[in-house]
């Protein structure tokens, strides 16, 4: 818990217990959105580098190495 939240709990009680749970909950709100925010970035980033063949052919031909053991 960031140091702001916790002033911000233990600044309130009684009544106000209520606006402390609408602050936690959008909080959560918040966090949830910068979350999804990062995955689909970070999926567009992905998908951007497998378009680019950022993955080798794995379904071509096997390639021997040369016989070595001369």
Do not use: H
């Amino acid at each position: 818990m960031s140091a702001d939240l916790q002033w911000f709990k233990s600044s309130y009680s009684g009544d106000q217990g209520k606006c402390l749970r609408n602050s936690a909950a959008m909080t959560d709100s918040v966090n949830a959105a910068l979350e999804g925010a990062i995955k689909r970035r970070k999926r567009a980033s992905f998908l951007g580098w497998l378009a680019e063949g950022g993955l080798p052919d794995l379904t071509g031909p096997i390639e021997r190495p040369a016989d070595t053991r001369k």
